[in-house]
């Protein structure tokens, strides 16, 4: 009989989904809603042994960075005094490699699935992040066909990058990665990503790699001089695509936005949305007009736990507060809403309708993902003390970066005493403070 145990009393762990050399993945299900799941479990002394601390951390920070429909969703991450569990979306349909070993995929086909690709890459950069392992093996189809790009071990954020703000580490599978990752001398992951996807695109249109020798070192020569052919059933928009992908000349290389102005990679090409969208903001009553008498009351153990650093897993995620997103104030709630309102219209955000202390501020331009919508929230933990919390409903999340550090910080300073993250230095009151 197959065996079973629950991990940590939320979910059912089954049989062996697979392994590689620091991980085994098991298929899971949730106990509460018999949701399927897929379970990573690293062990920390392997893990240790090996200095991949950081790159497990690293891991865990960029998958909280790219929810995105063609990415493969983190759920949770949990952890014994042994073990490491990921707690990710199961994803049925396995490899696209599988279907490409099979033979070559039909123009329509490789095309939607390129299209999916691109869409989730150009979401990854838009937040700092490079894969830097883009292959058929870590594209996986879900059960309605759609790829999920998987395993992000090897991805690079911006603080990677050196000096010289290029990135320096050769990582990679030496068939997809891009000459100059080879050459030692420091590249844009974003870029190699791009040469990573055109040979992607290229297996799935002829069925085998464009560079390939029994020879390692011939087959890197073919890789920086781009050498490779067209088989002749590609098509003359696609090898026009091709040809701008694989460039050796990162600087020559196509960018997405291009990409997505080609002509043969727009037929029927819709962009995914990566976050649901909220209905429109309703402004025709004063936020301050619709306040409630009192805010909500925070926990103050969570206040407590959420301004203070350690290493806990669970921080990492979206859903929970982060530094720069969070202040206390001792100013009443009213007047903290009243400020943050003359704030957001100084900015040019639309503002909704205050109800129980929470509001809602919209950009009136379309960001790089849509407009940026950004939820503010006042919480009571004593009498004289509140926090004030801003989470990004929707919209990009460099651009919501932007607006908590660069416009939002300097904008409230007369009524902020700390900012999370920032020493518990007092500034000054609310009785200079000018409200509406």
């Known amino acids: 009989m197959e065996e079973r145990h629950v991990l940590f009393g939320k979910y059912e762990m089954g049989r062996l989904l697979g392994k590689g050399t620091f991980a085994k993945v098991y298929y899971g299900k949730e106990l509460t809603t018999g949701e399927s799941v897929a379970i990573k479990v690293v062990g920390k002394d392997l893990v240790k042994k090996k200095g991949m601390m950081d790159q497990i951390q690293r891991e865990i920070s960029v998958m909280r960075l790219v929810r995105h429909p063609n990415v493969v969703e983190l759920k949770e991450v949990m952890a014994t005094k042994t073990k490491i569990f990921f707690v990710m979306e199961y994803v049925r349909g396995g490899e696209l490699f599988a279907k490409v070993y099979k033979g070559k995929l039909n123009e329509h086909e490789a095309r939607k699935y390129f299209q999916q690709l691109m869409s989730a890459v150009d979401f990854c950069h838009s937040r700092g992040v490079s894969h830097r392992d883009l292959k058929p093996e870590n594209l996986l189809l879900d059960e309605n066909e759609d790829l999920k790009i998987s395993d992000f071990g090897l991805s690079a954020l911006p ?5 010289d703000g290029l990135l320096h580490t050769q990582c990679g599978t030496p068939a997809y990665v891009a000459p100059e990752v080879l050459r030692k001398k420091g590249y844009d992951g974003s870029k190699a990503d791009i040469w990573s996807c055109g040979v992607v695109l290229y297996v799935l249109l002829a069925g085998f790699l464009p560079f390939q020798d029994e020879n390692l070192m011939k087959m890197y020569r073919k890789v920086f001089k781009a050498e490779f052919e067209f088989p002749s059933w590609f098509s003359a928009e696609s090898r026009r695509l091709v040809s701008k992908l694989l460039v050796s000349d990162p600087e020559r290389r196509i960018t997405i936005p291009a990409i997505m102005r080609d002509q043969w990679f727009r037929k029927e090409f819709t962009r995914p949305l990566a976050f649901s969208v909220e209905g429109p903001i309703d402004d025709d009553e004063s936020p301050a007009e619709k306040a409630c008498s009192s805010p909500k009351f925070f926990n103050a153990f969570e206040f407590i736990s959420s301004m203070s650093s350690g290493f806990d897993l669970s921080s990492l995620f979206e859903n929970k507060r982060k530094s720069g997103t969070m202040f206390t104030s001792r100013c009443t709630a009213g007047a903290i809403i009243s400020k943050i309102e003359v704030v957001a219209k100084g900015l040019n955000f639309k503002v909704g309708k205050a109800k129980d202390f929470k509001m809602r501020l919209q950009g009136l331009s379309e960001g790089r993902k849509g407009r940026l919508s950004v939820t503010a929230e006042v919480f009571e933990v004593a009498p004289e003390v509140s926090i004030v919390e ?26 902020v005493w700390t900012w999370q993250g920032d020493s518990f230095n007092e500034t000054e009151g609310c009785e200079n403070q000018v409200t509406a």
């Open 159 to 163: 603080e990677q990058l050196l000096n």
């Open 390 to 415: 801003f989470s990004k409903s929707t919209g990009d999340t460099l651009e919501y970066a932007k607006f908590c550090e660069e416009d939002v910080r300097p904008a409230l300073k007369d009524i």
